[in-house]
């Protein structure tokens, strides 16, 4: 599996920006999906999680309201659009892939995440 997280940038408090996660080297659809992100000096955390067919999506308080995840199958593509965007949002986004037997499962354990990609930057100024 190989995974590439686009999309990043600098952008102004209060905008948006969408990320694109492309999917390759396996099928699409037998995989929970994810996207995390790390700040200087902060743990990876999950920002998103989605399940094999999109229908289940969960958010952490800090994003919830802001953030949509998204996946197409068909296109074998992964989403994160944000708005309203904080400075603390700041960070290195990545997109995480786990195969999953279970079509409504989604996983928010970080060590359950068998690919990743190599990271978009964030910048939100203020």
């Known amino acids: 599996v190989q995974l590439q997280a686009f999309g990043g940038g600098l952008v102004q408090a209060g905008g948006s920006l969408r990320l694109s996660c492309a999917f390759s080297g396996r099928t699409f659809n037998m995989y929970a999906m994810g996207w995390l992100r790390q700040a200087p000096g902060k743990e990876r955390e999950f920002v998103a999680v989605?399940?094999?067919?999109?229908?289940?999506?969960y958010y952490p308080d800090s994003v919830e309201g802001r953030f949509t995840i998204s996946r197409e199958n068909a296109k074998n593509m992964m989403y994160l659009q944000m708005k309203d965007l904080k400075p603390e949002d700041t960070a290195v986004y990545y997109c995480?892939?786990?195969?999953?037997?279970?079509?409504?499962?989604?996983?928010?354990?970080?060590?359950?995440?068998?690919?990743w990609g190599q990271g978009t930057e964030v910048t939100v100024s203020s």
């Open positions: 989605i399940n094999r067919g999109g229908g289940n999506t």
């Open positions: 995480a892939a786990r195969g999953s037997a279970i079509h409504s499962a989604y996983y928010l354990d970080r060590d359950r995440y068998n690919y």
